[in-house]
């Protein structure tokens, strides 16, 4: 009778399930955020007139760049320019009296000397003379006056920019007084970013001079590049959000006053940081942890720190050390101790490319 032997079990050992790891190494880190912000000339001037009259002549190209001084409306200078030559006449009448007086003074200096005329008579020559200078004062300041009103019969730029739309035709009125201005001058060659931090970011710490990347208004970013010359001193009351004033160059009027931008503001900058994939995170009772390959190949589950979520990428603030292997796909079929057959992770082009 033949024996009964029990067969042989065919079934192996499980193979080690495969994993993508990714060796950490230290790389430069710069934390940014994107806040919303509006565009503001450098400098904005409205221009005025400082005297009242009939414009004649508009002198300038409406939206063409303009030099300081330039004049841009002519005013009829004839009322100005005949209250001039009276203002001239009233000061030659002016200096002939006072050295009538002057005259005067001299011929009794000596009389009242020799008791030959009375110390009154006297008396009055001098105030007569001191009069007389005081009216010269008088009308010299005048003159002036008329000739400063026959200079703003020109109405000149005060500032060098682009000159907007004219507000103003040939042959308005205009007067100092008017509420309207007659035309706008924006520099623009170079420009202010308003932005608005909200919430927590109103009260944070913003490096100085940080360089900021101004981004259009869906993202893209649009090669122009400014630095943060001031945060506001006080957080908004109604909507908790505080100034951020950023300087840009505008060389080429890419940015125009009142449009809508985006800028990308550093927040920390970390030279040798050590990051990982966002999917290499998993949470155990609200701890991050991460699974680490070891040099037997053994996966370990780690508990990790993280700091800021940069394109995807955590920051490791803690938990890991530069030259380990921690998986990026395939930990959801891990348990701790496991041996697993590693393979290098291939990160997206284009997540590499968003990095750069």
């Given at each position: 009778?033949?024996?009964?032997?029990?067969?042989?079990?065919?079934?192996?050992?499980?193979?080690?399930?495969?994993?993508?790891?990714?060796?950490?190494?230290?790389?430069?880190?710069?934390?940014?955020?994107?806040?919303?912000?509006?565009?503001?000339?450098?400098?904005?001037?409205?221009?005025?007139?400082?005297?009242?009259?009939?414009?004649?002549?508009?002198?300038?190209?409406?939206?063409?760049?303009?030099?300081?001084?330039?004049?841009?409306?002519?005013?009829?200078?004839?009322?100005?320019?005949?209250?001039?030559?009276?203002?001239?006449?009233?000061?030659?009448?002016?200096?002939?009296?006072?050295?009538?007086?002057?005259?005067?003074?001299?011929?009794?200096?000596?009389?009242?000397?020799?008791?030959?005329?009375?110390?009154?008579?006297?008396?009055?020559?001098?105030?007569?003379?001191?009069?007389?200078?005081?009216?010269?004062?008088?009308?010299?300041?005048?003159?002036?006056?008329?000739?400063?009103?026959?200079?703003?019969?020109?109405?000149?730029?005060?500032?060098?920019?682009?000159?907007?739309?004219?507000?103003?035709?040939?042959?308005?009125?205009?007067?100092?007084?008017?509420?309207?201005?007659?035309?706008?001058?924006?520099?623009?060659?170079?420009?202010?970013?308003?932005?608005?931090?909200?919430?927590?970011?109103a009260t944070a710490e913003?490096?100085?001079?940080?360089?900021?990347?101004?981004?259009?208004?869906?993202?893209?970013?649009?090669?122009?590049?400014?630095?943060?010359?001031?945060?506001?001193?006080?957080?908004?009351?109604?909507?908790?959000?505080?100034?951020?004033?950023?300087?840009?160059?505008?060389?080429?009027?890419?940015?125009?006053?009142?449009?809508?931008?985006?800028?990308?503001?550093?927040?920390?900058?970390?030279?040798?940081?050590?990051?990982?994939?966002?999917?290499?995170?998993?949470?155990?009772?609200?701890?991050?942890?991460?699974?680490?390959?070891?040099?037997?190949?053994?996966?370990?589950?780690?508990?990790?720190?993280?700091?800021?979520?940069?394109?995807?990428?955590?920051?490791?603030?803690?938990g890991l050390q530069a030259?380990?292997?921690?998986?990026?796909?395939?930990?959801?079929?891990?348990?701790?101790?496991?041996?697993?057959?590693?393979?290098?992770?291939?990160?997206?082009?284009?997540?590499?490319?968003?990095?750069?």
């Open positions: 009778m033949a024996g009964c032997t029990p067969a042989e079990d065919d079934t192996g050992p499980a193979p080690a399930p495969h994993v993508a790891v990714q060796t950490l190494a230290p790389t430069a880190l710069t934390v940014s955020e994107d806040l919303p912000g509006r565009v503001a000339a450098w400098r904005s001037a409205e221009i005025r007139s400082q005297v009242g009259g009939i414009v004649q002549r508009r002198l300038f190209e409406q939206g063409a760049e303009v030099a300081a001084g330039r004049p841009l409306f002519q005013i009829d200078p004839r009322p100005f320019q005949a209250e001039l030559e009276m203002a001239a006449a009233s000061l030659q009448r002016a200096e002939a009296a006072l050295a009538r007086a002057q005259r005067q003074e001299q011929r009794l200096a000596p009389l009242v000397a020799a008791e030959a005329v009375s110390r009154q008579a006297y008396d009055d020559a001098l105030s007569a003379r001191d009069q007389a200078a005081a009216e010269v004062a008088l009308e010299r300041a005048t003159l002036a006056r008329r000739r400063l009103d026959l200079q703003f019969a020109t109405v000149t730029a005060p500032i060098a920019g682009r000159v907007d739309q004219a507000l103003v035709s040939e042959g308005a009125l205009v007067s100092a007084s008017d509420t309207a201005p007659m035309a706008r001058v924006l520099q623009i060659d170079r420009v202010y970013v308003d932005l608005r931090l909200p919430g927590a970011s913003w490096p100085a001079e940080a360089e900021v990347q101004i981004l259009d208004a869906g993202g893209a970013p649009t090669g122009l590049t400014g630095r943060v010359l001031m945060t506001g001193t006080a957080v908004d009351v109604g909507t908790g959000e505080r100034l951020l004033r950023v300087a840009v160059p505008n060389p080429q009027r890419r940015l125009l006053p009142g449009q809508y931008v985006q800028a990308r503001v550093p927040r920390a900058r970390y030279e040798a940081a050590l990051t990982l994939p966002q999917q290499a995170v998993f949470r155990v009772g609200g701890q991050a942890r991460v699974w680490v390959v070891d040099t037997q190949q053994q996966a370990h589950a780690v508990p990790v720190e993280l700091g800021e979520l940069v394109q995807r990428r955590y920051r490791v603030a803690a030259g380990q292997q921690v998986v990026v796909e395939g930990g959801e079929r891990l348990g701790d101790g496991l041996v697993v057959a590693a393979r290098p992770w291939a990160e997206p082009a284009t997540a590499r490319a968003a990095r750069r």
